[in-house]
């Protein structure tokens, strides 16, 4: 039986992933098929999204990066990503108006034009979409098309990473664990993350999977 470790810095948790090489970390079954990110994958996009989130938005430690988007794994990615920078990272109810106390430094949402976006000092439109090139709905000026912008950012890591701000790992893992979580995963996130620095990784979303996906995906387990 492994305990998972503590997380100290984002760049823990990239090694870990690296380290899967073109394992699969995680596999996503949505409308128009199921999508298979490897562990190199899945760290290149974390590691384009933390470039992205420096440099382009200048997300600082202590920021509020706010999720306005529906489960999915581009979700998953901009909250590891805001964790890594040391954010705060608030993950709102799907179709939530209400502005948090203090503020929006960050929003990323598939509603750049709605009332939230309004209040936020920077805004990153994207679709929970994975193949999606682009936003394909109207862009207002400024807003960040967050697809576009962040492929064109570097494979590697530039930015100095703060303490980690996230969840902590979580989970007892007999083998290489192959995690079955809700959603994206952002609901049970320690339990992901423990799956992943264990050496495995997560299939999702459960509510689109029967009984044979699970069983063809080889779960070893639900969070």
Excluded at 33 to 50: D, Q
Excluded at 206 to 216: C, G, I, Q, S, T
């Amino acid at each position: 039986m492994t305990t998972a470790p503590s997380l100290r810095r984002g760049t823990e948790l990239l090694a870990a992933l690296e380290s899967l090489g073109p394992r699969p970390a995680l596999a996503w079954h949505e409308e128009g098929g199921r999508i298979e990110l490897s562990g190199h994958v899945l760290a290149n996009w974390v590691t384009k999204a933390i470039g992205h989130l420096d440099a382009e938005v200048a997300l600082q430690s202590g920021d509020l990066l706010v999720l306005d988007l529906p489960p999915h794994w581009k979700r998953l990615v901009l909250a590891l990503a805001g964790w890594s920078l040391g954010a705060r990272v608030e993950i709102l109810p799907t179709g939530a108006d209400d502005v948090p106390d203090d503020g929006i430094r960050v929003l990323a949402t598939d509603r750049p034009g709605s009332d939230l976006a309004d209040d936020a000092e920077d805004v990153l439109a994207l679709a929970a979409v994975s193949l999606a090139p682009r936003f394909a709905g109207v862009l207002p000026p400024l807003a960040h098309d967050w697809v576009q912008e962040v492929r064109a950012h570097p494979d590697r890591l530039a930015a100095a990473l703060p303490a980690w701000s996230g969840p902590q790992p979580g989970g007892d893992h007999e083998g290489v664990p192959r995690l079955l979580v809700p959603g994206d995963g952002l609901g049970h996130v320690g339990a992901a993350l423990g799956a992943w620095l264990a050496g495995g990784g997560i299939v999702g979303p459960a509510e689109e999977l029967d009984e044979r996906a699970v069983a063809d995906e080889a779960v070893t387990g639900r969070a």
